[in-house]
């Protein structure tokens, strides 16, 4: 596959080590043996790490975790993985987690694009989702966006036949960007069918980030895909 994605120099996040709350801190050192992921030398097996079969959806930059805390608990029938590189997300999705009384998600702090490359399994993944992920919205950062056909060409193996790739964003440029990544590489098509697009853009809640958006006068735009 080329050069590998730890020795990459261009990043698609910025690490910000926000300080953690008191709250934060007691749901990590509570909740994370329960709920996380430790990364190691082997690719994870789902199925395990869940303790149970069952469809899994996949969830990049889960922010503070309320809206993969409230898909999981919509959703109880599937199993939810949410993938965050900031701790103090890590934290406040444990907290929601936790009170909630879930037992269907698992959550690593990782970089996505070398877990993707390195610990997941083929065709292990059944619904990957990407909500209003960093627009890098100049033009000169355009090259850390997440979506990219490096990016779309590690999901392809490791989704299951027909899986779902939904992605949100409020910056038409970055929609603009997305539906021409898509458009550029081979592996997936577009979702138009309205039931069904419905369907799928219904089941995201309304985060924070749209919040803000909408409040700044942002159209949002929902992409979905199914793999070809």
């Not at 300080?19 to 329960?34: A, C, F, K, V």
């Not at 997300?89 to 959550?107: K, Q």
């Not at 309304?206 to 700044?216: A, I, V």
Request: aromatic share 8%.
């Amino acid at each position: 596959m080329g050069t590998t994605l730890s020795r990459r120099s261009i990043r698609t996040f910025v690490l910000r080590q926000g300080r953690l709350t008191e709250g934060q801190q007691r749901s990590l050192d509570l909740h994370w043996t329960q709920f996380g992921l430790e990364v190691g030398a082997a690719k994870f097996n789902l199925n395990q790490s869940f303790e149970r079969v069952a469809p899994v959806w996949m969830e990049i930059g889960f922010g503070n975790g309320e809206a993969l805390a409230q898909m999981a608990e919509a959703n109880p029938e599937i199993n939810f993985l949410g993938v965050e590189v900031h701790l103090p997300g890590v934290g406040h999705a444990l907290g929601e987690i936790a009170s909630r009384e879930l037992s269907n998600v698992r959550l690593i702090r990782y970089d996505a694009l070398e877990l993707l490359e390195k610990h997941i399994e083929y065709t292990s993944i059944d619904r990957l989702n990407l909500y209003f992920p960093d627009p890098w919205h100049k033009t000169r950062h355009h090259k850390r966006r997440i979506v990219n056909a490096e990016f779309i060409k590690l999901l392809l193996p490791l989704m299951t036949d027909r899986a779902v790739l939904h992605m949100a964003t409020d910056w038409e440029s970055y929609a603009i960007h997305m539906e021409q990544a898509l458009a550029d590489c081979e592996g997936f098509e577009r979702v138009h069918d309205e039931p069904r697009l419905s369907s799928i853009t219904a089941s995201r809640p309304t985060t924070r980030f749209e919040q803000r958006g909408r409040r700044l006068g942002h159209e949002v735009f929902d992409l979905a895909y199914l793999k070809a």
